[in-house]
């Protein structure tokens, strides 16, 4: 006599989902209950177009492919003051050809 159990994965993912739900829903109670709220103030810098004049930016590009080298030339013209210092790539083809 074997018995065949009722508990299954839909079963299981159901009450997964759904104690999960509860969960997220019974915090966001309690926090926004609370008399006391807190409010964060974030000090970011300004968002600039272009990057500022100043000392020289160095950077090197890890992959001189398609993307990489795109990247690069973002990079380079982005502002003034801007130098790519390194180039690595698997393939020294693919440097050559970022380099030029």
Known sequence: MTEKSNFSRRKFLTNAAALGAVGVIG?????SCSEKKKTVELNLPPLLDQAPDGKPLKAGVIGCGGRGSGAALDFLNA???????A???VFQDR??????
């Not at 502002?79 to 210092?85: A, K, S």
């Open 27 to 31: 915090a966001n109670a309690l926090v």
């Open 79 to 85: 502002g003034p003051n801007l130098v790519i210092h």
């Open 87 to 89: 180039l690595g790539d």
């Open 95 to 100: 440097i050559d050809d970022c380099r030029n």
